[in-house]
């Protein structure tokens, strides 16, 4: 089992940033894959980030490339997902999710193989 806690989420005006947090517990932090996914109203939830179990492997939605920037401490058992020049089409409700049959370099970008996920927290971008 994996409990995940997000956190961070708030109102900003275009051209800001925000660092979404992902607090994990429970399985060993290092055996899952971790990603992050948003969900816009009246939209289906899309991929936006993903990190490998080392953290040494990232992959990004092309909507956030150069602005977003995924990560995760081992030390503190935390994910993170930093977010700049932020858009007004990036509102929407984000939510850190855990796949724990990941590979130790594999990740997927499909929100049905993660078996874990947080309860999500608000972003709102203002224009």
């Known amino acids: 089992q994996v409990q995940l806690v997000e956190s961070g989420g708030g109102s900003v005006q275009a051209g800001g940033s925000l660092r979404l947090s992902c607090a994990a517990s429970?399985?060993?932090?290092?055996?899952?894959?971790m990603g992050w996914f948003r969900q816009a109203p009246g939209k289906e939830r899309e991929f936006v980030a993903a990190?490998?179990?080392?953290?040494?492997?990232?992959y990004y939605a092309d909507s956030v490339k150069g602005r977003f920037s995924i990560s995760r401490d081992h030390a503190k058992n935390t994910g993170y997902l930093q977010m700049n020049s932020l858009k007004p089409e990036d509102t929407a409700v984000y939510y850190c999710?855990?796949?724990?049959?990941?590979?130790?370099?594999?990740?997927?970008?499909?929100?049905?193989?993660?078996?874990?996920w947080g309860q999500g927290t608000q972003v709102t971008v203002s224009s």
């Open positions: 999710a855990a796949d724990p049959t990941a590979s130790v370099s594999y990740f997927s970008l499909r929100d049905y193989e993660y078996d874990y």
């Open positions: 429970g399985r060993t932090f290092s055996s899952y894959a």
């Open positions: 990190i490998s179990r080392s953290g040494g492997s990232t």
